[in-house]
Nanobody, 128 residues
Framework: QVQLVESGGGSVQAGGSLRLSCVAS????????????MTWFRQAPGKEREGVAG????????LYADSVRGRFTVSQDNAKNTLYLQMSNLKLEDTAIYCC?????????????????WGQGAHVTVSS
């Protein structure tokens, strides 16, 4: 069992920046994030959850949704077992609850059914 805990959400004006963190813990057999593919998802009010940024933690290769490419950066700190999402030039439409997820065998990275473990979410509100 793996627990994921996000932090770093908040309110920011359009054009601003935030960094989200996701700390993984609890799996005594596979304690490291490099065991998993990890992805940031978000769900805006009235919309379906969407994959925002995924990371192949063994290689460091990242994939992004078109809506955030060039503005968001996903990264990892293996020593801290932590996944990050640096969000810059935030837009009103980035307002959502952001969750990190971990999966062991991923097909399409942005499809939530591949992920076994989920965090509780962090609220991000972007205002004008």
């Amino acid at each position: 069992q793996v627990q994921l805990v996000e932090s770093g959400g908040g309110s920011v004006q359009a054009g601003g920046s935030l960094r989200l963190s996701c700390v993984a813990s609890g799996d005594s057999h596979m304690p490291y994030i490099t065991t998993y593919w990890m992805t940031w998802f978000r769900q805006a009010p009235g919309k379906e959850r969407e994959g925002v940024a995924g990371l192949a933690t063994r290689t460091g290769s990242a994939l992004y949704a078109d809506s955030v490419r060039g503005r968001f950066t996903v990264s990892q700190d293996n020593a801290k077992n932590t996944l990050y999402l640096q969000m810059s030039n935030l837009k009103l439409e980035d307002t959502a609850i952001y969750c990190c997820a971990a999966g062991r065998s991923i097909g399409v990275w942005s499809r939530e059914n591949y992920y076994q473990y989920w965090g509780q979410g962090a609220h991000v509100t972007v205002s004008s």
